[in-house]
C-alpha cells in the first residue's frame, strides 16, 4: 500500500514504515533509547532526504517514549527530579541545536554532516556496547559476580549547589545532569535521535544512578526533548513530514510496549550483543553509502 508523503516527496509503502517504527518501538522500550539512532538511518536507506528523515524522526520518537515511559511509571522507575533537570538542559541544548542544523542547511552540506556524524556516533558507541556485552557474557560463562555498582565520576561529586535525587540514590549537583541534557539535546536536534543510547550509559557511568531508575528516565526526558525538537524542526527548518512521522508512530506506540514486557524475561546481555551487532552494520552501511560512486553518477554543468 503505497502512500505520498508531501514534505519528502516520495511514495512510500506504509506497511514497510509501520514496521519500521515497530522495531524501533521496541527497542526503545526494552533499551530505554529513543531509537532514532536505527529509524533515521533506515529512513535514509529506504530513500527518504537526511534532514527529512532527522525532523520527522522525532516526531515518532516522542510517541514511542510516551508508551515506554507510562509502562515505567506504573513500576515506579522514573525518577521525575531528575528527568525534569535532564529535560530543561535537554531543551536548551535543542535550541543551540536548531542554529547549527539551520547553518547547514542554509550551505547545502545538511545530508552529508548528518551522514558522517552517524557513521562517526554509530563506530563508537556500537564498538563499547559489544565490548561490554562480551565482558558480560564471559563473566557470565566462568561464573564470576558482576562489577560492583559504580559510583559518580569524582568531578561530578565536586560540583557546587548538591541536592538529593532520592529515587536514584544520588545527592549531587543539578548541574552534571543539567550539562548532559544539553549534549544530548544538541544531538536530538542535529542526529534526530532520542540520546538514550549515549543518556542510558552516562547516567549509569557518570552520575552512577540506580539502574531500576535509569531506563525510565532516560524516556521521561526523551519524551520532553523530542517535542521540543520536533517544534523546532517544524517552525524553523520545515522538515518534518507529518504523515511519515504518523505511520511510524503508530508502528512505535505498540512496539515500545512489547519492548517492555520483553525486557522483564530476556537475556540483556544478549540482547545488548545484538543491538550492538546492529549498530556496527549501519555504521558500516552508512560508510559504503558515503564512500562508494553511484551505480549511475551524473554531472550537472551551467546552462544545462
Not at 530505554?32 to 529512513?43: E, K, Q
Not at 558482576?146 to 536514584?168: D, G, Q, T
Request: proline letters at 5%.
Amino acid at each position: 500500500m503505497d502512500i505520498y508523503l508531501p514534505i519528502a516527496e516520495i511514495s512510500v509503502n506504509a506497511l514497510v514504515i509501520i514496521l519500521l517504527g515497530g522495531v524501533v518501538g521496541f527497542l526503545s522500550g526494552m533499551f530505554g533509547v529513543g531509537g532514532g539512532f536505527l529509524t533515521t538511518p533506515l529512513l535514509i536507506f529506504y530513500g527518504i532526504p537526511p534532514a527529512v528523515a532527522v525532523a520527522s524522526s522525532a516526531t515518532q520518537i516522542t510517541g514511542s517514549s510516551v508508551s515506554g515511559a507510562l509502562a515505567y511509571w506504573e513500576r515506579g522507575q522514573v525518577d521525575v527530579r531528575m528527568g525534569g533537570v535532564l529535560v530543561a538542559g535537554g531543551v536548551a541544548g535543542a535550541g543551540m541545536g536548531q542554529i547549527v542544523f539551520r547553518y547547514l542547511q542554509k550551505v547545502g552540506q545538511i545530508d552529508v554532516v548528518i551522514s558522517l556524524v552517524y557513521v562517526l556516533f554509530l563506530s563508537v558507541i556500537g564498538g563499547l556496547m559489544l565490548r561490554d556485552a562480551l565482558a558480560a557474557l564471559k563473566r557470565e560463562r566462568a561464573g564470576s559476580p558482576p562489577p560492583p555498582r559504580i559510583r559518580h565520576l569524582p568531578w561530578v561529586a565536586a560540583l557546587p549547589w548538591r541536592m538529593k535525587f532520592a529515587r536514584s540514590g544520588l545527592y549531587i549537583s543539578p548541574l552534571a545532569p543539567l550539562g548532559l541534557g544539553a549534549m544530548v539535546g544538541m544531538l536530538t536536534v542535529i542526529m534526530g535521535i532520542g540520546g538514550g543510547f549515549i543518556m542510558v550509559p552516562a547516567m549509569v557511568y557518570i552520575l552512577g544512578m540506580r539502574a531500576q531508575a535509569v531506563v525510565g528516565t532516560s524516556l521521561f526526558q526523551i519524551i520532553f526533548v523530542t517535542a521540543a525538537t520536533t517544534l523546532l524542526h517544524a517552525t524553523s527548518s520545515k522538515s518534518v513530514d507529518i504523515v511519515l512521522a504518523l505511520l511510524l508512530l503508530v508502528g512505535g506506540v505498540a512496539g515500545a510496549q512489547f519492548g517492555v514486557r520483553s525486557a522483564q524475561k530476556l537475556s540483556p546481555d544478549r540482547l545488548r550483543l545484538a543491538l550492538a551487532l546492529i549498530v556496527l552494520a549501519f555504521a558500516v552501511r552508512l560508510f559504503i553509502g558515503l564512500t562508494l560512486t553511484p551505480a549511475e553518477p551524473f554531472a550537472l554543468f551551467e546552462g544545462a
